[in-house]
């Protein structure tokens, strides 16, 4: 049994984290004739990671299930950032004991970010019995092995690592989407932003290399992909922990003379958003003009309690630069409301630098205390009904800006790239556009896929309405 240390998991060193290369398990048959379910919590690093959970379940013979109480085998890959996520993830596991009792046979396992934290941990060993195996973000890929164990011995195994930890290339994936693909060119991060818990489970700050990354999406382009996203916790620093010339602009260069139709990538900090990164996304057209820019406060006071490494006025300097250069671009962000010590007046900074800025899209939140992070440790007075009032009030703002600059498209034609069909009948189809906007529109299902142009001819907060134009 291995537990999670979150002194162990602050640890940096300097050397360079060895690469390895996967080692297939399909010799190991112990799903044949069974069925796996996997929910999925977070952002998208999670998701493309239960990307690799699923391949390599099926490679040890089990099917996937659409239906969660029918499963054989449940995972739970879950997110720590937020309160939020934590209590979603524990209903469900609350959820999954009822399940078990009357299906004993049934597995459960659970993964993720909360996987690396003590107290969560130290909850499932002596409360959550129904759990049936344990493991972190660092040994992904022993899912095989770990669950192997657990059949062989029927007891509870829990592996975590706390690690800065490693590189492991060659997993393999099922995507959940045959024209649009995640590539992760790093993991984790060395910022250790007060309020943010990610520094302490997805390790230290360490890069894939160009090779690797390259080489992935190659094959995407020959299997026809459409669009890359890269990612990373701070897609920015690529490169920086490698002490070479290498960095993120270069990267997006290459992977944009790969061909592929599109390139995105997130999430962005403010701190490594360079003048050579604008100028290579101002320059390449197969890099979206969309871009994801967390502020997470508009007073240069809290940023600095925040850990944040920028003022507000250099966050205000980088957005006119990114809007000056890059054509046709629109930048969301993430904003915090009532951080530890937030006055009336620091929240009056933050609805200040949202009206400068005027953003497409914005993630609202209250501030969500989490374990071990420096932010839980400071004074926290405001009261919950008064953070709830900012953030009425912020979203407020911010919502009648996505609908002013949603309005603004219409009558214009936009690229789309067609994701699927609509379960709401209103429309067909929906696609996102170039900078990122849903558009819903009437067309036949081969174009699921496919880039096309389509005429925005109507326009509400979070969507776009539009017709097909004919090509």
Known sequence: MQLPSYKEA????KELVEREVYQSSKDVILGKGKTYYVKTYGCQMNEHDSENIKAMLEELGFSESLEMEASDLIILNTCSIRENAHNK???MIGRLKHLKESRPELIVGVCGCMAQEEGVVSDILSKYKQVNFVFGTHNLHRLPYILKKHLDSQKQEIEVLSVEGNL????????ASKHKAFVNIMYGCDKFCTYCIVPYTRGKQRSRDKADILREVEQLVAEGYQEVTLLGQNVNAYGKDRNDQYCMENLLEDVAKTGISRVRFMTSHPWD?????IHVIGQYSNIMPSIHLPVQSGSSRILKLMGR???????LDLFDK???NIPNVSVSTDIIVGFPGETEEDFQDTLDLVEHCKYDNAFTFIFSAR?????????DDTPLREKEQRLYRLNTIVNRYFLENNQKLIGTVVPVLVDGCNENGKTDLFGYTDTNKLINFNGDQSLIGKMVSVKVTDAKTWSLDGELVEF
């Open 10 to 13: 602050r640890s940096r060193k």
């Open 89 to 91: 993830a524990f209903g």
């Open 168 to 175: 492991i290339e060659g997993m393999p994936v099922k995507r």
């Open 273 to 277: 958003f360079t003048d050579q990164m």
């Open 309 to 315: 490494r920028y003022t507000k006025e250099e966050y």
């Open 322 to 324: 990114i809007k000056k």
């Open 371 to 379: 374990e071990n992070t420096a932010a839980c440790r400071l004074k």
